[in-house]
């Protein structure tokens, strides 16, 4: 319809040395923050949100396959987590 998306691209290096090695795209789904909060223009979402939801998720699967343990101690992640934080979350 001739109209462009924008997105800012975070990302969540799971080793030392600041290169993707093993990535894990995550992309935003609709996030209604743009709407209901319009001094907020990521909306509600982001990656830092995607990471606590992540850790306090109930699922020990979702947990291991970012930190690559069990543990949050130690906090190794095993992927590189890049978040697509789309402009207009209800695009």
Not at 25 to 53: C, H, K, R
Not at 67 to 89: P, W
């Amino acid at each position: 319809m001739g109209k462009f998306g924008k997105a800012t691209i975070l990302v969540n290096y799971g080793n030392t040395v600041d290169q993707i090695r093993k990535p894990l795209i995550m992309v935003e789904g609709l996030d209604m923050g743009a709407v209901t909060n319009p001094e907020e223009p990521y909306g509600n979402s982001d990656l830092s949100n995607f990471s606590t939801s992540a850790f306090n998720s109930s699922s020990q699967d979702l947990r291991d396959l970012i930190t690559g343990s069990a543990s949050l101690i130690d906090n190794d992640q095993e992927y590189d987590i890049i978040y697509v934080n789309l402009s207009n979350g209800t695009d």
